[in-house]
């Protein structure tokens, strides 16, 4: 059954009547999403993108009315006209609940089949039975409020960027592979049969060269592509808000930047930012929170207790302490309550990031721990008072180098604060973390690898060492934290040739690989670069923070799971070997079909 509306234009939302429309004729279209037959009286709740709405269907309705009512199930397709009136049942948790539209004229549009799961916020439905189905779970009003979210805050990007004098501009979808830290997804080309583009880990390379071409202030909403292992907060195609200025230095682009993240606050959340954001040097952030991505809704920082540590005759703090580690400490309020349970899963967090154990102490009047018989009372009151715990608190310790203490530490401050309800989503704070290291060291390359990019400028005041001293060279890198996720980070760029070439040369590439993987750029800044920096802002997460949702797949319309895969579509998918024919390309597999990463292309 399909009814025609050709006659009838909608004339409001669903959502959007109040007491003030009552006795206004409206036209309504949108989905049942219950219907209730009490006899005489029928009801059904028509919801749209904008809410829900009652609808009446009396006795004294059309027998044509009434024969259409009594087949209304969920999901079908409706039209409507009629008159709104006030109910005589108000319902308080509804938007529209003061009100209710008298039926004259109804039309079945289309029907549906039931549902595979409830159209509802709190449906219990897995997550893969939604993906596959995810037009129906774009449905639900929590999906509908996070597009509506996303595209608010898209819009307030554009207003604000066009009013500091920024132009939108896109860069290409079809580029060069370049090694940017992630691998490239390629799509290989039918009319140069071999080769092949690679789609854009981000517009870093083309947003320079815009700056060299004169367009001083750019800006772009930017798809992005990264053929890398996925969790809560990645997907293999993302989205963030590029930005990039020429004539600047840090504070520049950080003003700019927080004055768009505070006008988003207002904009979407009505919430005041107060400026400027806190910054924080990076050697701080790690130091007091375990992470360049500081989580500041709680305390529980980071405390060395290495000189107390040096008075105990215990090896394993010795040990660490000799091969030029430290020691560090939590502080948990509260936590000498915690069971010998709940203390060994803290000291798996620790584990989990490479630490080889915690040492645990609660400093009360008889107190508890896990290595008492290498410290008299003494020693228990001394660590009580260098680290402000009281008899109530445990203390949890790791002793390691630099990465492992403050990675396990960090994770273990995390981990406590939501245990003990410290983590609120609707409290936001923001801050800058800067000064990044310009490199760091790769265990697994055997050298420095650059901890952002290759275009990251060194602070001058490191330049001099940048050969003899790589570890403690500084970069003009900037990140900005939300609630612990880095919601963006950016730098000033390098646009000195000879520099440039420096630092490639640091990074294990030589004067010819660098011209073959770069030279398009190193021939561009033959002329004329002007001093330029940048950022880019990850859209999905920003909009998954202001949300409150717990991965960026709540925030995405149509996004992939942990394989890369769409539920939905079923891709990737294999292509006719025609296909394939025409691009030059023979896949082969290899002997265990159940290894799907060791399918390869060969090229004719």
């Not at 669903?14 to 309504?28: F, I, N």
């Not at 947003?207 to 004169?214: P, R, S, T």
């Not at 899963?345 to 490479?354: D, F, P, R």
């Not at 001099?464 to 970069?475: F, I």
Request: aromatic letters at 8%; glycine letters at 8%.
């Amino acid at each position: 059954m399909s009814e025609s509306i050709a006659d009838m234009k909608r004339t409001d939302m669903c959502g959007t009547l109040r007491e003030s429309d009552v006795g206004k004729e409206v036209t309504l279209m949108g989905w049942c999403h219950k219907a209730r037959d009490l006899g005489g009286l029928t009801f059904i709740t028509l919801r749209d993108r904008s809410g829900e709405v009652q609808l009446v269907i009396t006795p004294e309705s059309s027998d044509d009315i009434r024969s259409k009512a009594s087949k209304i199930r969920s999901e079908f397709v409706l039209a409507v006209k009629g008159k709104v009136a006030l109910r005589s049942a108000p319902n308080e948790k509804m938007p529209t609940g003061m009100i209710e539209v008298n039926v004259d004229d109804l039309r079945i549009v289309s029907e549906s089949e039931t549902p595979p799961f409830y159209i509802e916020d709190d449906n219990t439905a897995n997550e893969s039975l939604r993906l596959k189905y995810r037009y129906l779970d774009l449905r639900r009003p929590v999906m509908q409020n996070n597009m509506i979210l996303r595209h608010k805050i898209a819009k307030s990007a554009r207003d604000y960027f066009d009013e500091k004098g920024f132009l939108e501009i896109e860069t290409p979808m079809l580029g060069k592979s370049t090694p940017e830290g992630a691998r490239d997804y390629l799509v290989p080309s039918r009319v140069k049969k071999g080769s092949f583009f690679a789609l854009p880990q981000s517009p870093q390379l083309y947003k320079q060269l815009l700056m060299l071409a004169g367009y001083d202030r750019y800006m772009q909403i930017a798809r992005c592509f990264r053929d890398e292992d996925l969790r809560a907060d990645r997907q293999p195609e993302f989205t963030q808000m590029d930005l990039e200025m020429s004539f600047v230095d840090c504070d520049d682009v950080m003003g700019i930047t927080e004055g768009f993240v505070a006008r988003v606050f207002k904009d979407v959340l009505d919430i005041d930012i107060e400026l400027p954001l806190r910054r924080i040097p990076w050697i701080e952030a790690m130091e007091r929170y375990g992470s360049d991505k500081p989580d500041l809704r709680f305390g529980m920082e980071l405390q060395n207790i290495t000189e107390w540590a040096k008075t105990l005759d215990f090896v394993v703090f010795q040990n660490a302490i000799a091969e030029g580690g430290l020691i560090k400490a939590v502080v948990i309020p509260g936590g000498a309550a915690f069971s010998r349970k709940e203390i060994d899963a803290l000291g798996e967090v620790c584990k989990t990031y490479k630490a080889k154990g915690m040492a645990w102490v609660v400093p009360a009047e008889t107190p508890r721990g896990s290595f008492l018989k290498f410290m008299q009372p003494e020693d228990i009151a001394a660590l009580a008072s260098a680290t402000g715990a009281g008899a109530d608190d445990l203390i949890c310790i790791v002793a390691d180098k630099f990465k492992v203490v403050h990675d396990a530490l960090g994770q273990l401050r995390l981990a406590a604060a939501d245990k003990l309800g410290l983590i609120h989503k609707d409290d936001f704070k923001l801050c800058w973390v800067t000064e990044f290291p310009m490199f760091e060291w790769s265990d697994e390359e055997g050298r420095f690898m650059a901890m952002h990019h290759p275009f990251t400028c060194p602070m001058d005041e490191d330049l001099d060492h940048l050969e003899s001293d790589q570890g403690n060279v500084r970069s003009k890198a900037y990140d900005i934290v939300l609630n612990g996720c880095e919601l963006g980070g950016g730098s000033i760029r390098i646009h000195d040739r000879s520099l440039q070439m420096r630092i490639f040369k640091l990074l294990g590439f030589s004067e010819e690989s660098a011209q073959e993987q770069f030279g398009f750029l190193l021939d561009a800044f033959k002329y004329g670069v002007p001093p330029h920096g940048g950022l880019a802002i990850g859209l999905d997460r920003f909009v998954m923070l202001l949300t409150g949702a717990g991965s960026i797949r709540e925030v995405i319309a149509f996004p992939k799971v942990q394989t890369s895969s769409d539920l939905m579509t079923d891709a990737p998918s294999p292509v006719a070997a025609a296909q394939l024919e025409e691009l030059g390309i023979e896949v082969s597999s290899s002997e265990s079909e159940a290894d799907e990463d060791s399918e390869n292309l060969v090229m004719d």
